[in-house]
């Protein structure tokens, strides 16, 4: 049997009410729905708060609530300005408190921290494909070498590439490979496999916001000569 809809929240029994939850068993005995209805407050006519922040959870976990960003929360159904400025805050509190690793990672600002976050793989004898997964602070959550070898499109798969940013929730990628002779021009190949990457982030709704070519010359950005 499914759970008992009331109209409001005033019409649940004492017991299940969020905030009454709250002050008599602690913030540990709520679910995550009826912590996020406190930091709503209310919901729309037809909806009570409740079932706002438990279809809000459908769509989003609660690590991938913490990082939508606050134009695209503000529009969610329910929530609207006022109410994203409070979870964004209720967020971010618990990220000074808690989340100090988190401040430790990586932020990518330019080629040159693309650059130096692979700067492994400048004189390897082998091309290496990596991917940089960012979360929406692009910071790098996570990192993987997709492919060592000839780089083609027949080796590099968008599957690959996507996947993990997927499983990671990544917001955004950064693609980056090495050239063992030194030379950081894009080839032909570089191009177009750049090219059908692209294509399928955006059909994910994942951006590709560079790749960089490296070698113990140098390194090369193709959002900076305009391939991407």
Not at 49 to 65: D, F, H, K, M, T
Request: hydrophobic residues 40%.
């Amino acid at each position: 049997m499914g759970s008992v809809k009331y109209p409001t929240i005033k019409d649940m029994p004492k017991v299940e009410k969020p905030r009454e939850k709250l002050m008599e068993k602690g913030p540990e005995a709520l679910r995550e729905q009826e912590l996020l209805a406190i930091l709503l407050g209310s919901g729309y006519r037809g909806k009570n708060v409740l079932e706002v922040a438990r279809r809000i959870l459908s769509e989003y976990s609660v690590r991938e609530l913490s990082e939508v960003p606050f134009e695209k929360l503000r529009r969610l159904r329910g929530i609207g300005p006022a109410k994203a400025c409070v979870i964004k805050a209720a967020f971010e509190l618990s990220k000074r408190a808690f989340g100090v690793e988190e401040d430790l990672l990586p932020v990518i600002r330019t080629p040159n921290d693309v650059a130096d976050a692979v700067t492994n793989i400048r004189r390897n004898r082998k091309e290496n494909f990596v991917v940089l997964y960012l979360n929406a602070r692009n910071q790098v959550i996570y990192k993987e070498t997709v492919s060592i070898g000839t780089l083609n499109a027949s080796l590099v798969h968008p599957r690959e590439v996507f996947g993990p940013a997927v499983a990671n929730s990544a917001a955004s990628v950064i693609l980056a490979h090495n050239h063992p002779s030194g030379d950081i021009n894009p080839s032909e190949d570089d191009i177009e496999l750049t090219r059908r990457i692209v294509k399928a982030g955006e059909l994910m709704g994942i951006d590709v916001l560079d790749h960089v070519i490296v070698s113990h010359k140098g390194h090369l950005s193709m959002k900076d000569r305009g391939i991407i």
